[in-house]
Nanobody, 126 residues
Framework: QVQLVESGGGLVQAGGSLRLSCAAS????????MGWFRQPPGKEREFVAA?????????RYPDSVNGRFTISRDIAKNTVYLQMNSLKPEDTAVYYC??????????????????WGQGTQVTVSS
């Protein structure tokens, strides 16, 4: 099992930036892919970004954040980041980091991930 701890959330004005971090610990990490999801108030969880953990870097984003958000990794630190720029009020949500053991590419479905962090609140004011 992998333990995940998110940090970096907070309150920011529209147009601003935040960087979220997800620190992983536990089992050997080399086979995992990582994802970021969010849950806006009163809405269902939605996919934000994913990255493979080893080898050539591959990433995936939905249209809603593509070009504004960037997922990255630091294998030496066992940490995944989510750089969020040009934030909008509709980006307000609890953001969760997730880890996936299985192969099959970068997955956008939350149920396909095996481990989750506790979440960090991001609030974007207008």
């Amino acid at each position: 099992q992998v333990q995940l701890v998110e940090s970096g959330g907070g309150l920011v004005q529209a147009g601003g930036s935040l960087r979220l971090s997800c620190a992983a610990s536990g089992r050997t990490f080399s086979a995992y892919s990582m994802g970021w999801f969010r849950q806006p108030p009163g809405k269902e969880r939605e996919f934000v970004a994913a990255i493979n953990w080893s080898g050539y870097i591959s990433t995936r984003y939905p249209d809603s954040v593509n070009g504004r958000f960037t997922i990255s990794r630091d294998i030496a630190k066992n940490t995944v980041y989510l750089q969020m720029n040009s934030l909008k009020p509709e980006d307000t949500a609890v953001y969760y980091c997730a880890a996936r053991r299985r192969g099959g590419g970068l997955v956008a479905v939350g149920d396909e991930y095996d481990s989750w962090g506790q979440g960090t609140q991001v609030t974007v004011s207008s």
